[in-house]
């Protein structure tokens, strides 16, 4: 499953073809997994990634073992990084789309604002600022696609752990994020859904991620979030982006993932 949706999606939709139908009408996919069992070829299991072997932009991997019990296990201690490496793959490709029909005007939004740079599609044309603050939005009805970017100080280490983060998301969207009905607001979904955080390196940059829930206090709205936080060491601050989307009659793989890509543009001034 996608981690951090209201509902159970699967990661991807699998297509099942047995080698000697994998023809020329199949090979453009734009993601492949191969297998190749075979104990008079490989004598242990091995993962290779390929990109852009018979299209482009294309990913393949390939997995070759001797026997199925190596290849399970190959799989055991590959799985994540498999799943990674196609999910990154969709990612990058979202984001080259967008920067080909980017918002030139939201993004000199954010840079005036901020003094950031990001990469925002075109669809996201509605524009709000606060102190230290944006919101960027679709405006839609149906389905809503949003992005929010903002600044708090740094004063530790501490101050990128997942608590303190998730405080101070509450506490900026409390002030900036108003909910439909008086007195509403956003908040973060804690009770049903503990939020996942990861550390990790990203192009040479530390970033602390968030995904879970969010709903709206006072009312009965609701989706997933998807945040990154860097650290601005010029400047002595967090910078935080994250995108949410509210589509209660629609699936939200897609949406999310394709929003989660505008997060890896976040280039700080």
């Given at each position: 499953d996608v981690p951090g949706l209201p509902q159970s999606e699967p990661q991807f939709n699998i297509s099942f073809i047995p080698s000697k139908e994998f023809s020329s009408i199949l090979k453009p996919a734009r993601n492949i997994l191969l297998f190749s069992i075979d104990e008079t070829q490989y004598t242990q299991g091995k993962v290779s990634y390929i990109r852009n072997r018979w299209a482009k932009p294309q990913s393949i991997v390939q997995i070759t073992s001797p026997n199925q019990d190596e290849l399970i296990k190959v799989l055991s201690e590959k799985g994540t990084e498999i799943i990674d490496f196609f999910v990154d793959a969709e990612c990058t490709r979202s984001l080259n789309f967008f920067k080909r029909y980017s918002n030139n005007e939201g993004r000199e939004f954010v840079r005036k604002n901020l003094n950031l740079n990001v990469t925002l599609p075109d669809f996201l044309n509605k524009y709000k600022a606060g102190e230290n603050f944006v919101w960027v939005s679709n405006g839609s009805l149906d389905s809503r696609l949003d992005l929010i970017i903002y600044r708090t100080p740094y004063t530790s280490p501490d101050d990128f752990k997942s608590d303190h983060l998730l405080m101070i998301r509450d506490s900026v969207l409390k002030v900036n994020v108003p909910g439909p009905s008086e007195g509403s607001y956003m908040a973060t979904e804690v009770q049903f859904h503990k939020p996942l955080y990861r550390e990790?390196?990203?192009?040479?940059?530390?970033?602390?991620?968030?995904?879970?829930?969010?709903?709206?206090?006072?009312?009965?709205?609701?989706?997933p979030f998807v945040s990154r936080s860097y650290y601005d060491e010029k400047n002595q601050q967090i910078v935080t982006a994250e995108v949410f989307v509210y589509a209660p009659q629609h699936k939200k793989r897609n949406k999310i993932r394709q929003m989660e890509s505008i997060l890896r543009s976040v280039e700080l001034n």
């Amino acid at each position: 499953d996608v981690p951090g949706l209201p509902q159970s999606e699967p990661q991807f939709n699998i297509s099942f073809i047995p080698s000697k139908e994998f023809s020329s009408i199949l090979k453009p996919a734009r993601n492949i997994l191969l297998f190749s069992i075979d104990e008079t070829q490989y004598t242990q299991g091995k993962v290779s990634y390929i990109r852009n072997r018979w299209a482009k932009p294309q990913s393949i991997v390939q997995i070759t073992s001797p026997n199925q019990d190596e290849l399970i296990k190959v799989l055991s201690e590959k799985g994540t990084e498999i799943i990674d490496f196609f999910v990154d793959a969709e990612c990058t490709r979202s984001l080259n789309f967008f920067k080909r029909y980017s918002n030139n005007e939201g993004r000199e939004f954010v840079r005036k604002n901020l003094n950031l740079n990001v990469t925002l599609p075109d669809f996201l044309n509605k524009y709000k600022a606060g102190e230290n603050f944006v919101w960027v939005s679709n405006g839609s009805l149906d389905s809503r696609l949003d992005l929010i970017i903002y600044r708090t100080p740094y004063t530790s280490p501490d101050d990128f752990k997942s608590d303190h983060l998730l405080m101070i998301r509450d506490s900026v969207l409390k002030v900036n994020v108003p909910g439909p009905s008086e007195g509403s607001y956003m908040a973060t979904e804690v009770q049903f859904h503990k939020p996942l955080y990861r550390e990790f390196m990203y192009e040479g940059r530390y970033c602390a991620e968030l995904r879970g829930l969010w709903r709206v206090e006072g009312d009965i709205m609701g989706g997933p979030f998807v945040s990154r936080s860097y650290y601005d060491e010029k400047n002595q601050q967090i910078v935080t982006a994250e995108v949410f989307v509210y589509a209660p009659q629609h699936k939200k793989r897609n949406k999310i993932r394709q929003m989660e890509s505008i997060l890896r543009s976040v280039e700080l001034n």
